[in-house]
């Protein structure tokens, strides 16, 4: 969810700029911020699966210490998401275990 | 469990902390209009309220851990104090009409529009009563915080301390 | 090879406060930081900071964190960013990487003011996606303006804990409660003030027991705890919360420290083994001094105070300042840190700061 107005911060002034598709769907985006913000104002959490019992893994530390939120990003596995910025057209995919390079289709 | 009372382990302080913090007006000073009651019970390296009063009603002094204290008969209840203090802890109440005004900081949106009848909360955030919004300041100077003065009963002027927040139309 | 008279390692309000000090001095600064952004944890503290006009209190955080890097750019101090230290050698050589690739820079100082960061909880359900650091959720919601949740449970009654429901709130969450383990709130009274007028309960002497969820956070399950810390069963009380926001205490960031060969010294109440240093932040390496969090977890107020202070120092031993002038500046900078350093919050933290400064005394 965007908080597109703000008691301090007033109100969201950037433009939704960029498209991400993430698992095969579109999602609005802004260039420049990072990847799981936009996940997340998707109402999307889970980001990955751990390697050996699958288990789901999102966002934790938001500033690219704890892998957790790891993703495949243009067919690059373990990209770190918080801190890795929108560009328009990126293609996303949810990492099962360590990931594979390529775009699955 | 018998709940302990105190700022410490409830978060805000009790009728006891109040009356013997040196930040409070007394009865007497409430009736004859508004004064600042400075609800700020532990001794934090702080002291923009000092700076703020024009009137200098507010000594902190050295060290700045000193509990701020309020010499009642300078103040005036202008109110400048409220958006100055980042503890968001003094208010300023007037007792001296027949209706009692309580104003207090606000940070949330959106804000109230004056002449609403809002839910008035006292500080724990229960709902103490129904009041009308008198009037809304937000200068840029206050930097974002609202000062909003809300009338209440007579009987609510020590408890009412703020509004329900509002629901936001953004979502 | 690139040089430089100092290089600080870390742009947060330690690292940019010491960039400032020294290039007033007239020293040639260079600021490494990992991130894109400047400002360390300043930009997301968007409440008025505490202290005194000379600590800039009544200034919203995220400000404070502009006017610094306004004096940063008038000052000529160069920032570079995506430049992740990782090593630094003999003579003072720093290793980075900037987009991948490496670089090395020479300084004559190295200011380390890496920060800290946040510690996790263990509890059934603690990896699921929705549970986060405070400070994960303070970046999303005031820096990239996203909720992580709605509705959110806060676990720890620091300050970190008390401040980031506060802006939850304000960026539109519902905060369903406030969970502390220990009997008593931790953080400023006046910062529980404000979310208890919002309606928010404080439980203290309460944990959790359990997250729910399968794929995400689905519920919380908390329990009380009695005077052994063990959890009483039949007291459980169940949250129907989207978010677990963890503010249970930070660690200083000591690795690149560690590796450079810093003597440590152990201080529970400053987050564990933090580095040695003097009273002019130098630690047991000629020439390594540190600011900020690192040395020890406080505030953003000490922190750029410290920061100033090893700017200050390091600008007198490379000659910008004389013996006098530097004794001036470092006197103004002591008082204003023993005065945040007071009061029933500051003084366990003077008393480990001193304990600090006496384990240099005994080394020497
Ligand atoms: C989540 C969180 C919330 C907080 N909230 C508050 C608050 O509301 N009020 C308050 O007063 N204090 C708060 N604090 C305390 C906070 O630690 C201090 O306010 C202050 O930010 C410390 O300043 P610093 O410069 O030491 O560290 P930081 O602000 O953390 O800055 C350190 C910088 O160093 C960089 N860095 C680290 N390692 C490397 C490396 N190897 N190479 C390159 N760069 C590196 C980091 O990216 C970062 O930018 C909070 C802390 C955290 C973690
Ligand atoms: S209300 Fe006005 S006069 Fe009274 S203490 Fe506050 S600033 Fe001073
Ligand atoms: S400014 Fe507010 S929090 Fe600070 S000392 Fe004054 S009343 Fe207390
Ligand atoms: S959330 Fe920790 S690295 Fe991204």
Redesign the interface.
């Known amino acids: 969810?965007r908080v597109?107005?703000?008691?301090?911060l007033g109100d969201e002034t950037r433009q939704f700029n960029a498209t991400i598709i993430v698992d095969g769907k579109q999602i609005q985006a802004i260039e420049g911020e990072p990847i799981a913000a936009a996940l997340l104002s998707a109402g999307i959490k889970k980001f990955r699966e751990t390697q050996k019992n699958h288990k789901p893994r999102g966002i934790f530390c938001a500033i690219g210490r704890c892998t957790d939120c790891v993703m495949t990003v243009d067919g690059v596995p373990n990209v770190r998401t918080c801190i890795t910025p929108v560009r328009d057209g990126m293609i996303i995919s949810t990492q099962k275990g360590l990931g594979k390079w390529g775009i699955e289709r | 469990m018998t709940q302990k009372t105190g700022?410490?382990?409830?978060?805000?302080?009790s009728e006891d902390e109040l009356s013997r913090i040196p930040g409070m007006p007394s009865e007497e000073r409430i009736k004859k209009g508004s004064v600042a009651c400075i609800?700020?019970?532990?001794?934090?390296?702080?002291?923009?309220c000092e700076?703020?009063c024009p009137y200098g009603a507010i000594t902190v002094g050295k060290?700045?851990?000193n509990l701020p204290k309020l010499d009642q008969d300078k103040c005036i209840g202008c109110g400048l104090c409220i958006a100055?203090?980042?503890?968001?802890?003094i208010f300023v109440v007037n007792g001296s009409k027949e209706k009692a005004e309580v104003s207090f900081p606000f940070?949330?949106?959106?804000?109230p529009n004056k002449g609403d009848e809002m839910d008035c909360?006292?500080?724990?955030?229960?709902m103490v009563v129904k009041g009308k919004v008198l009037r809304i300041v937000k200068p840029p100077k206050y930097?974002?915080?609202?000062v909003i003065t809300v009338e209440v009963p007579m009987e609510h002027l020590k408890t009412v301390?703020?509004i329900?927040?509002l629901g936001?139309s953004?979502? | 090879m690139k040089t430089t008279d100092i290089a600080v390692i870390g742009a947060g309000p330690a690292g940019l406060s010491c960039a400032v000090e020294a290039a007033r001095a007239g020293a040639q600064v260079t600021v490494l930081d990992e991130n894109l952004k400047p400002g360390g944890q300043l930009f997301k503290q968007i409440?008025?900071?505490?202290?005194?006009?000379e600590h800039k209190?009544?200034?919203?955080g995220f400000?404070i964190g502009q006017q610094l890097l306004e004096e940063t750019e008038k000052l000529g101090v160069e920032v570079l960013l995506d430049a992740a230290v990782y090593g630094i050698y003999e003579d003072r050589l720093i290793a980075y990487i900037t987009d991948g690739k490496d670089h090395t820079i020479k300084a004559k100082k190295i200011v380390m003011a890496t920060g800290a960061s946040e510690n996790a909880l263990a509890f059934p359900g603690c990896t699921l996606p929705g549970v986060m650091g405070a400070g994960a959720a303070q970046t999303m919601i005031n820096v990239n303006r996203v909720l992580p949740g709605q509705k959110i449970i806060m676990v720890g009654s620091g300050n970190v804990g008390l401040i980031v429901s506060y802006q939850l709130?304000?960026a539109?969450a519902d905060v369903l409660a406030l969970i502390e383990a220990a009997?008593?709130?931790g953080g400023?009274?006046?910062?529980?003030?404000?979310?208890?007028?919002?309606?928010?309960q404080?439980y203290?002497s309460t944990t959790i027991k359990e997250v729910l969820g399968e794929e995400k956070v689905e519920g919380v399950i908390a329990v009380n705890l009695d005077e052994k810390w063990q959890q009483v069963t039949g007291t459980e009380k169940h949250f129907n919360a989207d978010t677990v926001c963890l503010a249970v205490g930070l660690s200083p960031l000591t690795e690149l420290a560690w590796m450079a060969g810093c003597e440590f010294t152990f201080i529970p109440s400053l987050g564990g083994h933090v580095p040695i240093h003097d009273r002019n932040m130098e630690t047991t390496l000629k020439g390594i001094y540190i600011a900020g969090d690192i040395t020890g977890v406080e505030e953003a107020s000490s922190a750029m105070e410290e920061g100033r202070l090893a700017g200050v120092a390091c600008a007198e031993s490379l000659e910008y300042y004389d013996e006098n002038k530097a004794l001036e500046l470092k006197n103004q900078i002591w008082d204003r840190l023993d005065?945040?350093?007071?009061?029933?919050?500051?003084e366990g933290r003077f008393t480990a700061k001193l304990k600090q400064l006496d384990a240099r005394r005994q080394l020497a």
Not at chain 3, 47 to 53: A, E, L, P, Q, V
Not at chain 3, 188 to 200: D, L, N, T
């Open positions: 969810m597109l107005n703000h008691p301090i | 700022v410490i382990y409830q978060g805000f302080p609800e700020c019970a532990q001794e934090i390296p702080c002291n923009p700076e703020a060290p700045i851990t100055a203090c980042p503890g968001l802890a940070e949330y949106y959106p804000l909360v006292d500080r724990e955030g229960n930097d974002a915080t609202a301390r703020s329900k927040r936001r953004d979502r | 409440h008025k900071f505490f202290g005194s006009r209190a009544g200034i919203r400000r709130m304000q539109g009997p008593k709130i400023y009274g006046v910062h529980a003030a404000k979310i208890r007028r919002a309606g928010v404080i203290t005065a945040l350093r007071t009061g029933p919050f500051g």
